[in-house]
């Protein structure tokens, strides 16, 4: 297996996102998708020392959604899609919390 490094990327509350390493103390933020990489790349390269460089990059993008509840009814496929959702979200804070402590 690669020698990799992964990062939690978020939606911004002011706009664009913001990423963390996980395991690693790397954080950065940007307004758009390609900005965001760029300057993931670039404090991934800051960070580890010339030879420790990761080989991989992963990122996991998480997105929250609210929508209003009344006043309309959820589809069969929505309520699925939320099953789902509800249990990736709760696998994904489990892991995070095994590489966090």
């Not at 939606?11 to 913001?18: Q, R, T």
């Not at 307004?31 to 990489?37: A, P, Q, T």
């Not at 990059?57 to 899609?81: D, Q």
Request: overall charge negative; aromatic content about 8%.
């Amino acid at each position: 297996m690669a020698n990799e490094v992964l990062f939690l990327v978020e939606d911004a509350d002011e706009g664009g996102y913001v990423a963390r390493a996980l395991g690693y103390s790397i954080f950065t933020e940007a307004d758009s998708w390609e900005e965001l990489k760029r300057a993931i790349r670039d404090a991934v390269h800051c960070h580890f020392e010339e030879g420790e460089q990761p080989d991989l990059i992963r990122l996991h993008a998480v997105r929250e959604e609210v929508v209003a509840a009344r006043g309309c009814r959820e589809t069969l496929e929505e309520r699925n899609w939320q099953s789902y959702s509800n249990a990736l979200t709760t696998r994904l804070h489990a892991r995070l919390a095994a590489i966090c402590v």
